[in-house]
């Protein structure tokens, strides 16, 4: 069971520098886009596309990491006085949501992605892509998601009520 | 389902789940899931919610927002933005309130860098807090200006936020970007007259002291050589949008390309400088678009529901002046402000209040820019204001919230003083659109 935590770590730790280096990538090729375009050389007309395909793949890869380490964004007003047993109790339940609602968009997301497999459609943009690959990246992402929330929620049964930090989080890998 | 029934329930849904602490995204996917249950048929729903979740972000409009992230992340992590701010210390000489007036003159120069309030407050705080506790500044003079700062950044370009209300509204970004440089230098100056005029009033509250001998030139010359040269970035990204050179969202990775060669040219640049902006820049980034993944369903479902159109048709029907419907609206923004982020206020309300801009005919990019001062002042209202949380994570440990809220507050309440005059002048913000819209 260690072994497979550590393993999922590594595996959040990847996917914490992908988001970045993403962006990055798109920064640079979108400033050589402009630079190409006002100069009237065509050769990055698929610019746009590879964007718009890699803001999905930044999200759904790094989403996973930064629930890890607490970075989503919370409401936490009522949570903030409660007793530890009671922050225990609401954290097992938040987590129970969670991962009741990242399981059903990723069951729900590979019957879509054969569907779209299956129709062999294509989405014809400046880039031809078939259907299914965009959207298998949703579950993809979405079953690290759901693994970490699993994982959330075991840390939270097996937490003793009396020493149940506020913070369940890892520490920042980077 | 009446229509105000299935309002209740689907905000409803979401605002429960929220406040019992479910990040904010699942707490829209969850409301998507029950919602697409009841009013969309089921599986076919689902694996629509699916498709909709690729369509929510696989859009070219969403992309300056991680650029203008980056921007800020850059001049932060190479230091530059640091050297800047030193830079205005040293100009400004001996004035009521003098590290307060350098933090808001600071404060609008790091904005026109910068996209993020957030990225505003902690390096103000982290910067000038020190000193001015080391001078005696009472609490109020030294974090309010800073915090007040935070509203300057979202209206003066580049604004991430301005980016992300322009894409889920579908308001022209360029509109909102250009016409919110006039209503933020108007901030600057309020918050710049207030200090003055509080410290000359009670200068207990800033303390006067001695200032290093320095020549004339001495105090100009680091603004000549770490400001005005990153004043050009503002110019890179507002002139090739205005020359045509570039779309809103290629400017912003031109601004983000010119933080690196300006970071190059000051030789502050590093591969770890680069790294940390880069991965901080990804943290943020995907925070905010996986609430925006969950954006399209709930506002397909708010509208399969009959609750679009059916407030709609209550406004209709009443009929009240623009004026009482905008007022509405942005008490709204405000009350929402006080417990929640923007993303999720303007994914919550934006189903509902670009129809009304539309049903009652009033000019989008000054209700875009109303929204947006609306959403920055939430962002500082107590008790839950993100930047009240991030100003106490820079000041020093003494400080209380309590203490954080008496600073904002005469703040907040000029913002909202600027928020009406907005209102009442339009001219204030579209003026300048409309004059780039004639050239």
Not at chain 1, 23 to 43: K, Q, S, Y
Not at chain 2, 6 to 20: D, H, S
């Amino acid at each position: 069971m260690k072994s497979l935590d550590a393993l999922f770590d590594r595996i959040l730790a990847v996917t914490a520098v992908i988001p970045g280096v993403i962006i990055a990538l798109l920064a640079v090729g979108i400033c050589a886009e402009v630079f190409a375009r006002n100069f009237d050389f065509t050769g990055f007309y698929w610019m746009l596309d590879a964007v718009e395909y890699g803001l999905l793949l930044l999200t759904m890869v790094g989403a996973a990491y930064v629930l890890s380490i607490g970075r989503h964004v919370t409401v936490d007003i009522f949570v903030g006085g409660f007793s530890p047993p009671a922050k225990r109790r609401l954290a097992i339940l938040v987590n129970a949501i969670s991962l009741t609602a990242s399981g059903i968009i990723v069951y729900y997301g590979i019957l879509a992605t054969i569907q779209a497999y299956g129709e062999d459609s294509t989405l014809y943009k400046s880039i031809e892509i078939k259907e299914w690959v965009p959207m298998a990246v949703v579950p993809g992402g979405m079953t690290l998601f759901a693994l970490e929330c699993l994982r959330q929620l075991v840390r939270s049964v097996r937490s003793p009520p009396e020493a149940f930090a506020a913070s369940q989080d890892r520490p920042e890998v980077f | 389902m009446e229509w105000y029934w299935a309002l209740l329930f689907l905000v409803g849904t979401v605002m429960v789940l929220m406040f019992f602490g479910v990040p904010v995204a699942i707490a829209f996917f969850g409301a998507n899931i029950i919602g697409v249950l009841t009013f969309l048929g089921g599986e076919a729903g689902l694996i629509q919610l699916e498709r909709n979740v690729v369509d929510g972000l696989v859009r070219f409009a969403l992309a300056p927002v991680a650029m203008f992230i980056l921007m800020g992340e850059i001049m932060f992590h190479t230091g530059i933005a640091f050297r800047a701010i030193d830079a205005v210390d040293k100009l400004i000489s001996k004035v009521p309130g003098r590290l307060s007036l350098v933090a808001v003159v600071g404060g609008t120069v790091f904005s026109t860098l910068s996209g993020s309030s957030m990225a505003n407050t902690a390096l103000l705080g982290t910067t000038l807090m020190p000193e001015m506790q080391r001078r005696g500044y009472h609490r109020s003079m030294a974090m309010g200006p800073i915090l007040g700062t935070g509203g300057i950044a979202m209206l003066i370009p580049p604004s991430s936020l301005a980016v992300l209300l322009g894409s889920l509204s579908g308001i022209s970004i360029a509109g909102i970007l250009i016409a919110g440089a006039i209503p933020g230098i108007i901030m600057a100056v309020v918050h710049f007259t207030y200090v003055v005029t509080r410290c000359t009033l009670n200068p207990a509250l800033a303390p006067a002291y001695d200032l290093p001998a320095m020549t004339w030139w001495e105090r100009i010359r680091p603004f000549l050589v770490y400001v005005l040269p990153l004043l050009s970035l503002f110019g890179v990204v507002v002139g090739s949008i205005l020359g045509g050179i570039a779309t809103p969202t290629e400017s912003a990775s031109l601004g983000a390309l010119g933080a690196v060669v300006a970071a190059a040219c000051y030789r502050s640049l590093s591969w770890k400088g680069i790294w940390t902006a880069m991965v901080e820049t990804g943290k943020i980034t995907v925070m905010v678009y996986f609430i925006i993944a969950a954006s399209l369903t709930f506002s397909q479902i708010l509208s399969f529901s009959g609750a679009t159109a059916g407030l709609l048709s209550l406004v209709r029907e009443v009929d009240p002046t623009p004026f009482y419907l905008l007022a509405a609206m942005m008490g709204l923004i405000l009350l929402m402000g006080c417990f929640m982020d923007p993303v999720s206020i303007m994914l919550i309300t934006l189903p509902f209040f670009m129809p009304m801009a539309e049903l009652i005919r009033i000019d989008l990019i000054w209700f875009g820019v109303l929204i947006l001062l609306a959403l920055e002042i939430g962002q500082t209202t107590p008790p839950f204001g993100m930047l009240l949380f991030v100003m106490r994570g820079v000041a020093p440990p003494n400080v209380t919230m309590r203490h954080i809220y008496a600073a904002v507050t005469p703040f907040v309440l000029l913002e909202i003083g600027i928020l009406v005059f907005l209102v009442l002048v339009p001219e204030a913000v579209t003026w300048l659109p409309e004059l780039m819209a004639k050239k």
